[in-house]
């Protein structure tokens, strides 16, 4: 039976007959139907947003179905510790789930999905935490998210982790925040790391570009492992002995030949402070914990806490998700829809940036032409690169879904190239075609030709049919660059499985099958790199952390002794 439709018709009706044995039914007491259950395992099958939003509302139509109502909030008990807005407030009062609550939930389904493939939830504190932090840095190579506007290079804030995540790149304060959602669903209890008097101050003061914090940790015990998310590496030092020795953390970061420095001062005072999603504080996502076996909801301890407001910073860690979301998806944006919205830049705009620094052909002479070719590359690059889910599914773990879909794609570029070859003489006349088409277009704006300009247009709509010539010619053009980031995608694959080996290895021993998948790896990444130079300019950064995880793959193919 399909729990979906079963779960519907529980909605529908509200209660069951109970039969008493006989051939025939008759009516009976009234048996509460409870959806709980169903909702586990619709979560624990397809553990995605989607899910999320369609069970969080059968939830609630089940539970109104039986006239309950979910534990209220003493929203004044934490109004004056979490400084919410006032959306994050009326939030915080409803008596069922919310639209963010979903938007959340869904958030930590994704995490604790990575989670579960790093396979390390029965290892010590430690080598939980690195883990987790190690994960983040390889999926998210250091490079701030910068926008190309009419008025200049805008750097953009932070967005929630699973986005910067699906982008492959982020700031430090975007690692942190992966690290904080993964590490929860670890159950590890992550911190910020910084000086005393921050618990209303932005995330970033204008000072310098590491922003508040110096450190992300760990609770060990009556300490704190720390790690730098802007080096990508776990710190010399817990958190007492670089307190009594600052030099151990200046120095070394120091030694890193990072651009940011940290005062001795900053780190002799530091303590560490509580951040978390504002969503994750409400009874009702500690009820939705402890019927599903989730890891959602946090209590909010006694000690430092950063919480600014809202208006203080909107994509600080506690409001970041919300102040993200637009309002038609549950969150708080009420901005329409357009580059105004953060989210629009980011599943619309930001993903078509490689290909935009792509030069048109040279047979398109018309620049009203040559522009809209490159729109078609940036949207034919997004829809083949981010729309497709390759990096997701890959981060989930998803290794050999994601090697398949990779293997189709690059059949799908041998094919391509072969009807490059069959169709030139189509090219060219479509080349032609299309110049002629802008030039006409373009005649019409003189008074006298003004009537000719539906026609016009048509031919400009049809020289772009993108199952004629033209998207051959798209196709072919971002075909190299494509070829490049989908030899990335697939070495990071091999190398996220090779580190689920050496995990494995630690555990049980079993050195040989390390080794030959980190040589996978490194040949993977070997690869990667015969073709690589020549798009840095489309992905900076992303070549020097490469050669970081190909030094790995090659020094533990060697040898896979090596420890974590």
Not at 333 to 338: I, Y
Not at 467 to 485: Q, T, W, Y
Request: hydrophobic share 40%; proline share 8%; net charge neutral.
């Amino acid at each position: 039976m399909k729990h979906a439709g079963f779960l519907a018709v529980l909605l529908a009706i509200g209660c069951t007959r109970v039969d008493n044995g006989s051939s025939t039914a008759v009516s009976g007491p009234a048996k509460p139907v409870d959806p709980w259950p169903v909702a586990a395992e619709e979560f624990n099958r397809t553990p995605d947003i989607a899910t999320a939003r369609r069970v969080i509302h059968q939830l609630n139509s089940a539970l109104d179905a039986q006239n309950q109502s979910l534990p209220a909030m003493d929203t004044d008990a934490l109004v004056a510790k979490l400084h919410p807005s006032d959306d994050e407030v009326k939030d915080w009062s409803l008596k069922s789930f919310s639209g963010m609550d979903a938007n959340y939930l869904g958030q930590c389904l994704f995490f604790r999905q990575v989670a579960a493939s790093l396979d390390v939830d029965d290892l010590p504190v430690p080598e939980r935490a690195k883990a987790a932090f190690d994960w983040v840095c390889r999926q998210m190579y250091l490079r701030p998210w910068i926008l190309s506007t009419p008025q200049g290079q805008a750097p953009m804030p932070p967005i929630p982790p699973q986005f910067a995540l699906r982008r492959g790149y982020g700031s430090g304060a975007e690692r942190e925040m992966a690290f904080f959602a993964l590490a929860r669903q670890l159950g590890l209890d992550p911190v910020l790391v910084g000086p005393p008097g921050l618990e209303t101050k932005a995330r970033f003061d204008g000072s310098s570009p590491r922003g508040v914090f110096w450190a992300v940790g760990v609770r060990d015990g009556d300490d704190v492992i720390l790690f730098d998310p802007w080096i990508g590496e776990v710190m010399p030092a817990k958190l007492k002995a670089a307190k009594a020795t600052p030099q151990l953390v200046t120095a070394w970061i120091e030694s890193k030949k990072s651009p940011f420095t940290v005062p001795p001062e900053a780190v002799a005072s530091a303590v560490g402070y509580f951040a978390v999603p504002l969503n994750a504080v409400t009874p009702r996502m500690k009820l939705l914990e402890e019927k599903t076996g989730l890891k959602l909801a946090v209590s909010v301890p006694d000690g430092p806490i950063y919480s600014p407001t809202v208006n203080d910073d909107p994509y600080s860690l506690p409001h970041v998700l919300g102040s993200f979301t637009p309002k038609d998806e549950g969150g708080y944006d009420a901005k329409p829809l357009g580059p105004n919205q953060l989210a629009f830049l980011v599943s619309q705009i930001e993903p078509q940036g490689p290909a935009a620094v792509l030069p048109a052909p040279a047979e398109l002479t018309n620049e009203s032409a040559r522009q809209h070719f490159r729109g078609s590359e940036g949207m034919e690059y997004k829809a083949m690169l981010f729309d497709s889910g390759l990096r997701e599914r890959q981060q989930r773990g998803q290794f050999n879904e994601v090697v398949r879909q990779l293997g189709e794609l690059d059949r799908n570029f041998a094919r391509l190239t072969e009807n490059v070859r069959a169709e030139s003489e189509a090219l060219r006349e479509w080349y032609a075609a299309t110049n002629k088409a802008y030039v006409d277009l373009a005649l019409t704006n003189l008074p006298e030709n003004a009537a000719r300009r539906p026609e016009a247009q048509a031919q400009i709509n049809q020289v772009w049919n993108p199952k004629g010539p033209a998207g051959v010619a798209v196709r072919n053009a971002i075909a190299v660059l494509a070829a490049n980031d989908l030899a990335y995608l697939f070495a990071l694959s091999k190398h996220e499985q090779a580190e689920r080996t050496q995990t494995r290895f630690h555990k049980s021993g079993d050195g040989v099958r390390a080794a030959a998948d980190w040589a996978v790896a490194k040949d993977a990444w070997d690869r990667y790199f015969a073709n690589a130079a020549r798009f840095e300019a489309h992905h900076p950064g992303r070549n020097a952390h490469a050669r970081k995880l190909a030094d790995r793959a090659k020094t533990l193919a060697a040898n896979p002794q090596e420890r974590r």
